[in-house]
């Protein structure tokens, strides 16, 4: 079980977590990830490395918490007035942010130190809070929708495939013909 609490902490822990969230990535930017240290992120965040273990158990979980926050959605989807064109538009936005260098390390940081699936439970979460923004708002424009199971299973989940095992294939073309295939084959007819 990791060492991480559930909830996000308040007051000095939030603290904490925020420097040494700092430090690596700073010290990622600067050096990269190969050659970071416990000791080497501890002294940069104005911590003990044993604050470092206390809290995250190992370098990689601490790698892998902070590849988590980094794949947090820093905005709403876009909203373009259709069901189709919002999720085409995410779709192929979501796919270039994960295939990118620094979207694929994250991923392979955010998996390598999760050893109770929590961390890839949140990523996750984070694209499926995204689909359902974007169902949402066109249940509101009274638009017929897929379920948001149905887009992750149909776009989301061959994406990341790819992203993990074909970098290669990639572009917004196989986002957009993802997001159609939602549309001609699995949505009923309303």
């Known amino acids: 079980m990791s060492p991480r ?3 996000r902490p308040g007051g000095r822990s939030a603290r904490v977590q925020q420097a040494v969230h700092t430090a690596v990535r700073d010290l990622q930017t ?3 990830s190969a050659d970071l ?14 604050t470092i273990y206390r809290r995250w ?3 990689q979980e601490l790698l892998s918490d902070v590849a988590v926050e980094r794949l947090r959605p820093e905005a709403l989807p ?30 392979r940081d955010a998996l390598a130190g999760d050893p109770d699936g929590s961390n890839a439970g949140q990523c996750s ?12 708002r066109a249940v509101r424009r009274g638009e017929h929708v897929p379920a948001g199971e149905t887009v992750m299973d149909h776009v989301v989940a061959p994406m990341m495939y790819r992203v993990l095992f074909r970098p290669g294939l990639l572009d917004a073309q196989y986002a957009r013909e993802l997001v159609a295939t939602v549309f001609y084959r699995l949505m009923p007819l309303p």
């Open 5 to 7: 609490p559930a909830a």
């Open 30 to 32: 600067e050096h990269g």
């Open 37 to 50: 240290t416990v000791p080497q992120i501890a002294g940069r965040a104005g911590v003990t490395p044993s």
């Open 57 to 59: 158990g190992s370098l």
């Open 78 to 107: 876009a909203d373009l007035g259709s069901l189709r064109a919002d999720l085409e538009h995410w779709a192929a936005d979501f796919l270039e942010e994960m295939s990118s260098p620094p979207g694929r390390s994250y991923i």
């Open 125 to 136: 979460a984070y694209a499926a809070e995204q689909v359902e923004t974007i169902i949402e």
